[in-house]
């Protein structure tokens, strides 16, 4: 089995996926604390534009997803932060909005509508070297902005209005969170697919918000959770030939669902 990482294609899969399980489950703590779960459903359509997008205009589809949520991010982060509409229903609006241009697209172009449904199942074996090494520069980015912001990213998370006022760059923050939140799902969906974007997103993150007590713990139990989860589902795929991201998602649960019965059996019985 372990030969198949001689192959190029496995290697590269493998790789992104131990890097992405580090550090995604990070946005995934950003995405829970803020309640962006709208946001991320949004920006899951947001991709599937991006590819009726590329396939339409010959386009790269990572960086033309990439590109599509960054504008979306940046713009109901901005509408949100200067009206009174709240973020739901305009997350709403452009979901919709999303998928109407996505279907107008496919129609005109005659773009055969399972290439871009193709994105709903994703495939780490179809990064390209420049894929591999866009993750990996942008997972070391997420590391980096953790560890130097942790202290005023942990006032943002608990209390973006006390942040504020007690001196913390909350607009910078926030904006670096959203942008960050994006990018990650535009990534997710390219590595393992919209279905099961949430087994290396949130997964983890969920894990780490249930059973931790600081915001430190939080963020490390989010990433440990995140590297075995990805790290158990990858050999799992191999040795039973499923889907890496099945793989992943069944692992995941399976410890998610342990540990919340220990922990429940232990506070009842204590």
């Known amino acids: 089995m372990m030969e198949l990482l001689t192959f190029p294609p496995v290697f590269r899969g493998f790789i992104s996926l ?3 399980g580090i550090c995604f ?3 995934g703590i950003f995405i829970l604390r803020l309640n962006l779960l709208n946001m991320r459903f949004m920006l899951m359509h947001g991709v599937m534009l991006a590819g009726a997008v590329a396939l339409s205009f010959s386009m790269d589809p990572l960086l033309t997803a990439m590109g599509i949520n960054l ?3 940046l713009l109901i ?3 949100s932060r200067n009206s009174s509409m709240p973020t739901g229903v305009l997350t709403t609006f452009f979901m919709v909005l999303s998928v109407g241009v996505a279907m107008t697209l496919i129609y005109r172009s005659k773009v055969p509508v399972q290439d871009t449904m193709g994105l709903l ?3 780490i074996f179809a990064l390209t ?3 591999n090494h866009l993750l990996l520069l942008f997972c070391a980015v997420i590391l980096l902005f953790v560890l130097i912001w942790y202290r005023q990213i942990g006032a943002v998370l608990i209390n973006p209005e006390t942040a504020r006022t007690s001196g913390v760059n909350e607009p910078f923050l926030f904006y670096a969170i959203m942008i960050l939140t994006g990018l990650t799902i535009a990534f997710a969906m390219r590595l393992v697919g919209a279905l099961l974007l949430d087994a290396l997103v949130l997964l983890p993150a969920m894990t780490a918000v249930y059973f ?5 713990s939080m963020f490390l139990t989010a990433s440990v959770s995140g ?3 990805s790290l158990s589902g990858f050999f799992l795929a191999l040795i039973f030939d499923i889907p890496v991201s099945s793989g992943v998602i069944l692992v995941g649960g399976v410890i998610f669902g342990l540990t919340f019965s220990v922990r429940f059996l232990y506070e009842k019985y204590k």
Request: hydrophobic letters at 60%.
């Open 121 to 123: 199942w994703g495939s």
């Open 77 to 79: 982060t901005i509408m």
């Open 18 to 20: 131990m890097a992405a």
């Open 227 to 229: 590297f075995i989860f």
């Open 212 to 216: 931790s007590k600081s915001m430190k």
């Open 71 to 73: 504008f979306l991010v």
């Open 25 to 27: 489950p990070l946005t």
């Open 129 to 131: 070297a420049r894929d």
